[in-house]
């Protein structure tokens, strides 16, 4: 009964989102995505008061956990979408359309991605020695590469290269060529996510609605990323700590019992609070600074009635302080 009224509750704000954004004509302006943002948000967050307000306190801790996870996991997802749109040469009439069918598709392909781990590690207990070496060796390589994402244009240039080829007997259309590489995208994706949140809870409906609801979220996202992935610098350290955090817990769990959300949602907010003050800092510091704005020109001298030749020389123009995600 739970997983019916979930995934009619599902469809239904999905169909609200999109008759939402088609009445916009696809468009969504910055101002209306972070209000759209704090809305998905507002209604995940209901879910979970809604298990508490069930008397399940263990299953909404661990939502709340898994939810922190996946939302931080999906600004790198939808920055790669943004790459594969681009890429593309996808128009931007298309894009929203697109977007749509790939965050149903990410729905079903996280479902099984989450029923087939959650039964592994019920039938092969030693697979957890395994997740969690995997979470731990792709935290280290993501804190290796944080503030680089050469990585993801050189796999969106290869989709590009083998969905799209120059020459050939076949080639996908535009479009569908871009929506199976967000569909190869969303898949390689769900390889690092759902073995962190499995790590959290092994409950697949739990699991499954914290996915759910991190993904209905990601239109709005989709607006918003140039700007997050500029302002949020220090996230992808803390996603890479936190990466390794939940690797480490998963194996230590084997040997000391299972370690509740009590302890694992303080800790995981704690993990990105931190990186999101850093970031907050940063950028405060870097308006503050003083070089960071142009110098002030000199008091001007007194004109001069003799006539003297001219020295000036045209003015360097101002740097382009606009920034793009790299």
């Not at 809604?50 to 909404?60: F, I, K, S």
Request: hydrophobic share 55%; aromatic share 10%.
């Amino acid at each position: 009964m739970s997983w019916i009224a979930l995934i009619g509750a599902l469809a239904v704000l999905l169909a609200i989102d999109l008759l939402v954004v088609r009445g916009r004509g696809g468009e969504m302006s910055l101002r209306a995505a972070g209000v759209a943002s704090a809305v998905w948000v507002t209604v995940a967050l209901a879910f979970g008061a809604t298990l508490l307000l069930a008397g399940e306190r263990a299953d909404a801790e661990a939502f709340l956990a898994g939810y922190l996870v996946e939302k931080s996991l999906s600004l790198d997802n939808v920055f790669v979408f943004l790459l594969v749109f681009t890429a593309f040469g996808l128009p931007v009439a298309e894009r929203h359309r697109l977007l749509s069918y790939g965050i149903v598709a990410a729905l079903v392909l996280r479902l099984v991605f989450i029923v087939v781990g959650a039964a592994a590690l019920s039938a092969f207990g030693w697979l957890s020695f395994v997740f969690a070496a995997f979470l731990v060796w792709t935290g280290w390589k993501m804190l290796r590469h944080r503030h680089d994402h050469g990585a993801e244009e050189a796999m969106v240039q290869r989709l590009q290269k083998r969905l799209r080829p120059e020459h050939g007997r076949w080639a996908l259309s535009t479009g569908a060529a871009a929506f199976a590489a967000i569909a190869i995208v969303d898949v390689i994706f769900a390889v690092d996510s759902v073995p962190a949140i499995l790590a959290i809870t092994s409950d697949t409906f739990i699991v499954f609605a914290a996915n759910a609801f991190a993904l209905l979220g990601l239109r709005p996202l989709f607006f918003l990323v140039a700007d997050l992935v500029e302002r949020l610098y220090y996230l992808k350290t803390a996603l890479a700590v936190l990466l390794v955090f939940i690797g480490a817990k998963m194996a230590l769990a084997e040997f000391v019992g299972k370690i509740g959300p009590e302890y694992s949602l303080p800790a995981i907010a704690a993990i990105l609070g931190t990186g999101v003050a850093a970031s907050l800092i940063r950028n405060r510091r870097a308006i503050l600074r003083p070089c960071d704005f142009p110098e002030s020109s000199p008091p001007s001298r007194p004109r001069s009635t003799r006539a003297e030749p001219s020295t000036s020389t045209p003015s360097a123009a101002t740097p382009d302080r606009s920034s793009t995600p790299v």
